[in-house]
């Protein structure tokens, strides 16, 4: 059973850095495509980024472009987020989620086949 383990929510104010790691046991780590998706009270989840399982395709929402870095590391089943600049409206749950391909529709939650119980990131204006 493939299971997924979010790590490195806070609470922080704007401007701030963070960086979520997600650790994935179970399954084949290396082949899934990883991807980080976010909700805020209220709202749909929201697509934040993705990496293919070389990490040679990644893709961002618009809404943090240039400011959050996926990256992967296969030799120790872990997914990174790292967050730049954090913004009061980035505030959410982060959940870490594993798809068996990475689909054109990447951005949709549909696509994932796994996912962590999520962490709470609350930045404070």
């Known amino acids: 059973q493939v299971q997924l383990v979010e790590s490195g929510g806070g609470l922080l104010q704007t401007g701030a850095s963070l960086r979520l790691s997600c650790a994935v046991s179970g399954g084949t780590f290396s082949s899934y495509a990883m991807g980080w998706f976010r909700q805020a009270p209220g709202k749909e989840r929201e697509f934040v980024a993705v990496?293919?399982?070389?990490?040679?395709?990644?893709y961002y929402g618009d809404s943090v472009k240039g400011r959050f870095s996926i990256s992967r590391d296969n030799a120790k089943n872990t997914v990174t987020l790292q967050m730049n600049s954090l913004k009061p409206e980035d505030t959410a749950v982060y959940y870490c989620?594993?798809?068996?391909?990475?689909?054109?529709?990447?951005?949709?939650?549909?696509?994932?086949?796994?996912w962590g119980q999520g962490t709470q990131v609350t930045v404070s204006s």
């Open positions: 990496i293919n399982w070389s990490g040679g395709n990644i």
């Open positions: 989620a594993a798809s068996k391909y990475l689909y054109t529709n990447y951005y949709s939650a549909l696509r994932y086949n796994y």
